[in-house]
């Protein structure tokens, strides 16, 4: 099993920044962070692969966040800057070793508990 512990939530006014930490007890080799807004799916927003050969965005966060990965692979962070209104949701950290899962949600088998982010206009 793979214990996954997301922390820096919290509460922003739009244009501004946050980062996210997701710390995982065992190392895989894919890890992506998702997010839930109210009443809205759950989507992915940013994914990296190994020690950083692959990287994923969705189209909304693309040049806004990045993804990163240190400590031998086992702490992910997202830093999310310009952040906007419709940033706002539940994200959750999520690992998997499959290769081929990039953001669909149904092919992570681990998932963190989730860090609240809140974005005030």
């Known amino acids: 099993q793979v214990q996954l512990v997301e922390s820096g939530g919290g509460s922003v006014q739009a244009g501004g920044s946050l980062r996210l930490s997701c710390e995982a007890s065992t190392y895989t080799c894919c890890m992506a962070w998702f997010r839930q807004a109210p009443g809205k799916e759950r989507e992915g927003v940013a994914g990296i692969f190994s020690l950083g050969d692959r990287t994923y965005y969705a189209d909304s966060v693309n040049g806004r966040f990045t993804i990163s990965r240190d400590n031998g692979g086992n702490t992910v962070y997202l830093h999310m800057t310009f952040l906007k209104p419709e940033d706002t949701g539940i994200y959750y950290c999520?690992?998997?070793?499959?290769?081929?899962?990039?953001?669909?949600?149904?092919?992570?088998?681990?998932w963190g508990q989730g860090t609240q982010v809140t974005v005030s206009s």
């Open positions: 999520a690992a998997t070793p499959d290769r081929s899962a990039r953001l669909v949600a149904e092919r992570y088998n681990y």
